[in-house]
């Protein structure tokens, strides 16, 4: 049985629409408690959007109660896959700007609307990347803004700080279901999504502004001694350097030495052989299929 969750048509209606929407993906009932858990204020002109996947002989539970609000709107779905939610999600959203989100991610009401207001002093952007804080790691940030397409060295998005404008994105960009949790390559589909929306044309910046808090550790972190985290590494590599990811390869074998010694990571020789194993897969699986972006790609000027 299914997981028992608001639908649209069974959620009060406010008669003013959203201008930012959070998209919030997460899996089972478990996952919908932590969204429950999580710090998600109300903030005039924002809505959250959940995505559930479910399994279809899962025990039907009623939503949490802290969930029953008017901003809140729930959707289930049967799929499996990060990226697969992610995609469902956007599809399902509405409002112009769209905030990429976790099930265990803190919001409050100055960075939701931070979020707002860069996109406002920002019309050129199609997509602004900002930053979190945490308790269980550090991320370094750029101090300054960048240009996504050129980032600072060492800088990289991660999934949650990802905010979008939907006329630029929806039905045309998608994030690539090879990748992310339950996937073939379980992470890296921020990266991919970001250079699909460049490759088509879509303008990016970094902001150091913070908009949320995530104490979980992140996928990355999470499992650095996995075969799949090199082979990951080197697919998505094939994709955003498909020239010179073997002297990429080789400069990250060589930043792995020092967390090999301390045993974080597995051995130089096998992190290469994954690497390497990651990159055949993608090419024998074609998991980058070359897109027209001439068919579903065209620049709104209106708002320029």
């Known amino acids: 049985m299914q997981l028992m969750a608001q639908t649209e048509n069974d959620m009060p209606t406010s008669c003013r629409q959203p201008i930012l929407q959070v998209l919030i993906c997460t899996y089972g009932y478990e996952g919908l408690q932590r969204v429950a858990a999580s710090s998600h204020p109300k903030v005039d002109g924002v809505e959250y959007i959940v995505s559930i996947q479910q399994d279809p002989d899962a025990d039907e539970h009623p939503a ?4 029953n609000r008017d901003d809140f709107k729930l959707f289930v779905n049967l799929t499996k896959g990060l990226s697969i939610n992610r995609n469902v999600a956007l599809s399902l959203s509405s409002a112009p700007l769209l905030l990429i989100s976790d099930d265990d991610v803190d919001y409050t009401e ?3 609307r931070n979020v707002i207001d860069a996109f406002h002093r920002h019309k050129d952007m199609d997509i602004i990347a900002f930053r979190y804080t945490s308790m269980s790691h550090e991320k370094s940030y750029p101090s300054s803004p960048c240009n996504l397409d050129k980032p600072t060295k060492g800088y990289f998005v991660t999934s949650f700080e990802i905010a979008l404008r939907r006329e630029s994105v929806q039905g045309k960009i998608w994030f690539n279901e090879n990748f992310g949790i339950g996937a073939m390559f379980p992470a890296g589909e921020e990266e991919l999504f970001i250079r699909d929306c460049l490759d088509a044309g879509l303008k990016g910046i970094f902001i150091p502004i913070t908009i949320a808090r ?4 992140t996928t990355s972190n999470r499992n650095l001694m996995m075969t799949s985290r090199p082979q990951t590494k080197g697919a998505v590599l094939l994709r955003l350097h498909p020239k010179d990811w073997p002297l990429r390869m080789i ?9 090999w010694k301390k045993g974080l990571v597995p051995s130089p020789i096998s992190y290469s052989r994954n690497w390497l194993k990651g990159v055949r897969l993608a090419r024998k699986m074609k998991v980058f299929p070359t897109p027209d972006y001439s068919l579903y790609y065209q620049r709104n000027d209106k708002r320029r």
């Open 64 to 67: 949490p109660k802290e969930l």
């Open 110 to 112: 100055e960075g939701l």
């Open 251 to 259: 400069v990250h074998t060589l930043r792995e030495i020092p967390l």
């Open 214 to 217: 995530h104490d979980s550790k």
